[in-house]
């Protein structure tokens, strides 16, 4: 069973920046995709970013130019950089990974960012 370990998570006040980590138990050149989703009080959980490694990361349009992924294959990581953070990025985010052979998505166990002044 994969695990998902997220850490960097907090309370950070507006146009601050954080970090989010997640690290794998496995090989991260062993999922499709890897990525993080935000679910904010009372709402759906949106996906933030996405990366594929075939390809390149993708973001939903109110982070793109501030918010970047990186990994770090012999750490077994992804990283998830917040730059110029607004209120409405409050929320839990959560790290995934999508395995094709056998089919299978992991979820860690979540992180609250709070960006409050």
């Known amino acids: 069973q994969v695990q998902l370990v997220e850490s960097g998570g907090g309370l950070v006040q507006p146009g601050g920046s954080l970090r989010l980590s997640c690290a794998a138990s496995?090989?991260?050149?062993?999922?499709?995709?890897m990525g993080w989703y935000r679910q904010a009080a009372g709402q759906q959980r949106e996906l933030v970013a996405s990366?594929?490694?075939?390809?390149?990361?993708n973001y939903v349009d109110s982070v793109k130019g501030r918010f970047t992924m990186s990994r770090d294959v012999a750490k077994k990581t992804v990283y998830l950089q917040m730059n110029s953070l607004k209120p409405e990025d409050t929320a839990v985010y959560y790290c995934y990974a999508d395995r094709a052979r056998p089919v299978a998505t992991y979820w860690g166990q979540g992180t609250q960012v709070t960006v409050s002044s």
């Open positions: 990366y594929t490694f075939g390809g390149t990361a």
């Open positions: 496995d090989s991260i050149l062993r999922f499709n995709a």
